[in-house]
């Protein structure tokens, strides 16, 4: 043996317990991409495969691509977090960038490189198979499953084993369009009607005995225009998952809309059809499928708990001095586990931008605080240490303090989502990416994040009207567009109401365009008008939802009161007064929309 | 003379050179600040931080130093820093410019050799100097001048070894973007010979070109480029020693990425 072997690596607590990854589709990728640039792939073939094996397109630019790596139910290891934080500085930007999904983003990838990713993303079991294109997207799970008080059972196991069952399944290469799964843990936590299928796990007592199963939402979702979606029986025994999983896919394979891109999403199908009469083809469909099935098709759910085990401390020391700041960022970032003497601690990211040495910190973090040896990425661009003993709480702050993770509010209206935009995004019209960042300081340095008021709404940023950064479903959201003032074009938002995403999901109302420069100040008049109308119990999210559905009885009585008082400051100068408003955050040009081909839907 | 980077030799291995100082058949050069050496070092190395060749590496200048550190044309040498191998490889270079072929990075940092456990020591060693002849070798130079006109040749590809955001942001008219962290692995300054030829030939880079390399200002994280390139083979390589920082100076053209603001997904 040489001394190169003998070095000791930091023990891991927790291993990847499935591998996603296969090395041959790296070689393949490789090969491909070797032929289309030879020409002898054609291009509209190439960017099926390509978006296939997870790599998306660049904002006007075909040499380089996006490579989304999937996280199914959002559960990631220290050795996977050190890999990315790896290939992240090799082929990347030394960034990456957490998206809505549960999948991680590398930006800015060589088209020649991406192999390169996947042979490296095959040693930590990882892959971006089915990331983008018209398949089954990444299966997401609440990052409080397994932890969440009000939940009936975990179903991270039933989320990794749907995403498992489908992966490279032949039935799904080739749908009508994307398709996306969401389990979660309680109606609170909601994400389930939002979305082409959501699971909430429910346990029934039948004679007896205890069953479990799910309620099952069809037909939600978000995008261009949005859906909420069905729920199609009362209860769904665990047995019949797979069969309604299957059933639903294949009435979308068979009667999807094929041609027009822009509104084949399963939703489109649903509404144009009617909501019985799909739930009743969904019915029958699953009968043919369990009884057709030649060998009883069953999920391989794996129900081995996790093991619970709290890191040992090298070095204790004991009574590490409060920090400045830990009393907010305790409130504001965790929550109490079902399991006594547990908190779950949630890191809010700037937008989902996170840094190499930033991964490479937060995998330490896990080894050395999470008694379940790995993290959850959350809904929200976030990510979640669970099982971290209430005694720990103190010196995991001071440690997150040190790797800039620390930010305070991660649970509340002052972390906004904002898709990636127009720092890489073909079809973004506005830099949202940038403009969450912006919300995000400025709430913070007014301390909302403390605002009992203002912790269950939301502000979600997209930077065009197709729905990644999930405006729809935000206490207050926003899309990109342009405005216009004689010939000069400023950034633009349209500004919407009132959507939620739990048990009282509804998509929010328009209430009127906020160009960009404006939008922070918009926000803030929304906060004060609300702190001058509220009841004494109201949060920002309840009065809203009365305001929308005309339930208020205060002097702002529909959502056209709110627009009135906000209309002023909405109204642009001229370049003369005002030359930073013609600017988008982020740029130092005038602002102008230009954009490329889509290839979401291709 | 022997020509051990000639024969494919381009880093040396921890175990060779332990046995090889245990041997005396080799000079270490530690590039490291003076500070740092003077702590701990490999035994028997020598220091030559990077700044004392910067300040002159008139090809004078530097065969003085060679001569100091006791280095002859028959001297086996190897390098070794802190700093991924990229100081080490511009001091090999430089050696190898002026017509020392024996030199050849150690395949690890100083770091990783001190986590190994491995021996060090604080001892500076007494120096007998020695006379080294001068034998410029300008093939693997690139000047300004030279790049100017090679880069419309088609047989030649432009590689820059900064940092992709560096790249996006301004690079030289027509170069690729080869970011330094691409060339090594977690514990070795060079991926393995044909890890490393399977990515260039990803990317193109293959032996039917002339390649020239070029980073940021002094020529060390394309230094270590030049290695890597050589490491898998392709020998045709020239380093552009002068690197952005006199492109720039010269005001010579730039290109970046339009329509984009990409700087804004760098984490800050």
Request: glycine share 6%; aromatic share 8%; with cysteine.
């Amino acid at each position: 043996m040489t001394v190169s072997n003998l070095k000791q690596s930091r023990p891991d607590t927790a291993k990847p317990k499935i591998n996603w990854s296969r090395v041959e589709e790296a070689d393949n990728f490789a090969k491909t991409v070797k032929l289309y640039r030879q020409g002898k792939y054609d291009e509209d073939s190439f960017r099926r495969f390509r978006l296939q094996h997870g790599a998306y397109g660049t904002r006007m630019t075909g040499d380089y691509a996006m490579v989304r790596i999937k996280i199914p139910a959002g559960e990631i290891y220290p050795n996977q977090l050190e890999k990315i934080s790896q290939l992240s500085e090799q082929f990347s930007i030394g960034s990456a960038h957490f998206s809505t999904r549960e999948n991680i983003q590398l930006h800015w990838v060589v088209l020649e490189d991406v192999s390169e990713i996947f042979r490296g993303l095959t040693e930590v079991g990882l892959t971006s198979r089915e990331a983008c294109g018209n398949t089954i997207r990444n299966v997401m799970c609440s990052p409080l499953s397994g932890v969440c008080p009000d939940e009936e059972f975990d179903s991270t196991p039933y989320a990794l084993a749907t995403a498992r069952f489908f992966l490279r399944n032949p039935m799904v290469q080739n749908l009508p369009r994307k398709f996306k799964f969401n389990f979660t843990c309680c109606e609170k936590h909601g994400m389930v009607r939002m979305v082409d299928v959501g699971l909430i796990p429910q346990i029934r007592e039948v004679d007896g005995t205890t069953q479990r199963g799910f309620k099952i939402f069809l037909g939600g979702g978000l995008g261009n225009k949005s859906f909420v979606g069905y729920q199609l029986e009362e209860f769904t025994p665990e047995e019949d998952l797979v069969y309604t999983s299957m059933a639903v896919l294949r009435i979308f394979d068979r009667l999807g809309d094929r041609k027009n891109m822009a509104r084949n999403r399963m939703r489109y199908l649903v509404n144009d059809m009617g909501w019985e009469k799909f739930q009743n083809l969904v019915l029958k469909e699953r009968a043919i499928v369990r009884a057709t099935q030649s060998v009883i098709t069953q999920l391989e759910v794996i129900h081995t708990p996790n093991e619970i085990k709290r890191p040992i401390r090298i070095t204790d020391e004991s009574g590490t001095s409060i920090t400045d700041g830990y009393a907010r960022w305790l409130k504001t970032n965790t929550v109490k586990q079902k399991q006594a003497n547990y908190r779950s601690i949630f890191i809010t990211l700037e937008a989902g931008d996170i840094t190499a040495s930033q991964l490479n910190a937060l995998a330490d973090l896990i080894r050395d605080f999470s008694s379940e040896g790995k993290a959850r990425f959350g809904f929200v661009q976030n990510v979640a240490l669970r099982y971290v003993h209430e005694d720990d709480l103190p010196r995991l702050y001071s440690n997150l303090l040190e790797s800039g993770l620390a930010k305070s509010g991660a649970l509340t209206m002052t972390a906004p989502i904002g898709c990636s935009g127009t720092t890489s995004c073909n079809l973004a019209l506005t830099n949202s990416h940038r403009l969450a960042k912006e919300i995000q300081r400025k709430l913070l340095e007014l301390k909302f994040d403390e605002d009992d008021d203002l912790s269950d709404s939301s502000i979600k940023i997209s930077g065009c009207p197709n729905s990644c950064g999930q405006h729809g479903i935000a206490t207050i959201g926003f899309f990109g567009g342009g405005g216009r003032v004689g010939k000069d074009m400023y950034a633009n938002y349209q500004m919407s109401l009132g959507g939620r995403s739990d048990g009282d999901t509804m998509l929010g109302l328009t209430c009127l365009r906020v160009p960009a420069k404006r939008v922070i100040p918009v926000i803030l008049k929304i906060i004060e008008i609300f702190k001058q109308n509220k009841k004494s119990d109201d949060t920002l999210q309840s009065w809203i939802h009365r305001v929308v559905n005309n339930n208020e009885d205060t002097e702002i009585k529909s959502i056209n009161d709110i627009k009135k008082v906000l209309e002023p400051l909405t109204i642009p100068p001229t370049k003369e007064e005002d030359p930073d408003f013609y600017l988008d955050y982020g740029d130092d040009t005038s602002y102008h929309t230009k954009t490329g081909k889509g290839e979401c839907a291709a | 003379m022997r020509c051990l980077t000639d024969s494919g030799k381009i880093t040396t291995d921890i175990d060779s050179l332990r046995s090889e100082i245990r041997d005396k058949s080799v000079r270490v050069i530690d590039v490291r600040r003076e500070d740092d050496y003077k702590q701990d070092h490999i035994p028997t190395a020598v220091n030559l931080p990077l700044a004392n060749l910067l300040s002159d590496d008139s090809p004078e200048s530097v065969l003085k130093l060679m001569n100091s550190m006791g280095i002859d044309n028959e001297t086996s040498v190897v390098v070794y820093d802190d700093t991924f191998g990229a100081l080490a490889s511009r001091v090999a270079w430089t050696f190898e410019y002026l017509g020392h072929s024996d030199v050849t990075l150690l395949e690890t940092t100083y770091s990783n050799w001190k986590s190994l456990e491995l021996e060090s020591d604080s001892k500076i060693p007494e120096i007998q100097p020695k006379e080294h002849t001068l034998n410029l070798q300008p093939n693997i130079l690139a000047t300004a001048d030279y790049l100017q006109s090679a880069k419309e040749r088609n047989d030649v590809i432009l590689i820059d070894n900064r940092e992709r955001l560096n790249f996006l942001e301004q690079h030289i008219p027509g170069a690729i973007s080869l970011p330094y962290r691409t060339l090594a692995t977690k514990d070795k300054i060079l991926r393995p010979k044909d890890d490393m030829k399977r990515l260039l030939e990803n990317r193109g880079i293959t032996e039917n070109s002339e390649i020239i390399t070029y980073c940021g200002s002094v020529g060390t994280l394309s230094g270590l480029a030049y290695y890597a390139l050589k490491s898998a083979g392709l020998s045709n390589t020239k380093l552009y020693v002068r690197s952005f920082k006199e492109w720039k100076n010269l005001q010579k053209p730039t290109e970046k990425q339009e329509d984009a603001s990409y700087w804004d997904l760098s984490a800050e």
